[in-house]
């Protein structure tokens, strides 16, 4: 301003022009303000528009709103029912057991996804010694005995899963499954005796005698196929006085396992760390009766699964984390910055992060995910200098193109059949024999995902 003010005051021939010059600069820059104003909103675009045009010059375009993030693309989980059967046995110091999940998911797409597993485990075990005998229908219960134990083993299993269009055809593969557990447990039971293929063929003979009255053909061959073994271990201890008792129980697991989608070609393998602790008091022969007892349980898990799948071509197309429990869900939410919002409380989560890869990103996540786990050494030439790096990095991955999801859930499980009977001695073991059989109903009640604008409702998974 200085020197703007010494030209004005020249005087001659260049005066008149120095005036109009500055003049001009002014009137430019006054332009260029009025137009930064004018661009900020919609309207103030268009005048700015016609401005540009009335001096002969075209404005430099509007900035565009970024789009709100679209809700992720696969299909949601809207409920859930499990019914699970099983026995154990011990002989010595060593436990075995066998069970059979089948569970049948509602899924957002309108489909039907039936899951048959199969588990089994072996391990050692030692414990206090003592007596028990327990048996229980439904809500009620009684026993009597007491005693402590610990142990771990092996464990692994298999499990199959078929999609349907409808209800119904799930409903009808469910009752097919049904039966055929009944006679493969029986089957089992008698595994070295003359009665086991009795049971074995006139189970599969009574089912194929049923599907033919009742027209029903089972699917050839399943959608889905997966393998699974690891490491587990436990420790409990229990007392009881037939109307009277509680019990505390806590496990852990680590299980490694491949997941093979036969309709894409994909192959998943997969990582599942977990961990529970349990407990249990009641007096009477019921917890939730109040006519026949009175009590209560709680339970507390986690569990962190890391998913990464590959492409028919053998190409790396996805990576997940899940994690999920059940624990105090307002925690959870707090931590996440997740807002209620008045929709009720459940007793367990599920919390899912997704980074699709592709040949843009390939090269980068991969070798992010290796410098991560620690893997190709020091001497393996990579793009992040350490492993928060490359974390931020598959960050970025999640709020680019990625999604974030949390699902809060209602979990209800209810005894069907339980018994059990065993004898022991301090450091002897003895032996024991259990079967046991329960539901679980899992419903969502909230599901929300990640946007740069804060959570979003996730419409899908609810009817």
Not at 158 to 181: C, K, M
Request: proline residues 4%.
């Amino acid at each position: 301003m200085h020197s703007l003010r010494a030209r004005l005051r020249q005087g001659g021939k260049d005066a008149g022009a120095g005036t109009l010059e500055y003049l001009g600069i002014i009137f430019f820059v006054a332009l260029l303000i009025i137009g930064l104003v004018l661009t900020a909103t919609p309207v103030g675009s268009k005048i700015a528009e016609k401005l540009c045009e009335a001096v002969g010059t075209s404005c430099p375009a509007a900035p565009i709103a970024q789009e709100e993030k679209p809700p992720p693309a696969r299909t949601c989980e809207r409920g859930s029912t499990t019914v699970e059967g099983g026995f154990n046995v011990s002989v010595s110091f060593v436990d075995g057991d066998r069970s059979r999940a089948v569970t049948t998911r509602e899924m957002s797409d309108g489909t039907f996804v039936v899951e048959v597993l199969d588990d089994g485990g072996i391990g050692v075990s030692a414990g206090t010694g003592g007596f028990d005998i327990s048996m229980g229908v439904g809500e009620y219960e009684a026993g009597y005995g007491i005693g402590a134990s610990g142990g771990g083993g092996l464990t692994g299993g298999n499990g199959e899963e078929y999609v349907f269009n409808s209800q119904s055809d799930a409903e009808d593969f469910v009752a097919y499954v049904g039966r055929q557990s009944v006679a493969d447990g029986f089957s089992l039971a008698t595994t070295g005796t003359p009665l086991q293929p009795l049971f074995e063929w006139g189970g599969k003979g009574i089912n194929w005698i049923i599907n033919k009255i009742k027209g029903y053909e089972p699917p050839s061959s399943s959608n889905v196929s997966y393998y699974y073994g690891g490491v587990e271990g436990y420790g409990e201890a229990h007392a009881s006085g037939i109307v009277s008792g509680g019990s505390a129980e806590a496990e852990g697991s680590v299980i490694v396992g491949i997941r093979q989608d036969h309709d894409t070609g994909e192959t998943t393998t997969y990582s599942d760390i977990s961990g529970s602790i349990e407990g249990q008091v009641h007096v009477g022969f019921s917890e939730s009766d109040p006519n026949w007892g009175d009590g209560h349980s709680g339970e507390r898990s986690a569990s962190s699964i890391l998913e990464t799948t590959v492409d028919a071509d053998g190409n790396l197309s996805r990576v997940s984390v899940i994690d999920s429990g059940m624990r105090d869900t307002d925690k959870i939410r707090e931590n996440h910055g997740i807002d209620r919002d008045g929709s009720p409380t459940g007793n367990a989560y599920r919390m899912q992060t997704e980074i699709p890869v592709t040949d843009a990103n390939r090269a980068q996540v991969e070798d992010a995910l290796r410098v991560i786990s620690g893997g190709g050494g020091p001497y393996v030439p990579s793009s992040f200098d350490s492993p928060q790096e490359a974390a931020d990095y598959l960050d970025r991955q999640v709020e680019q193109i990625g999604d974030r999801t949390y699902e809060e859930l209602n979990v209800d499980s209810s005894n069907i059949f339980n018994f059990a009977l065993a004898g022991e001695l301090p450091g002897v073991k003895g032996a024991g024999f259990g079967v046991d059989s329960s539901s679980t109903e899992t419903e969502v009640l909230d599901a929300q995902y990640w946007t740069p604008d804060g959570w979003k409702t996730w419409e899908a998974c609810f009817d």
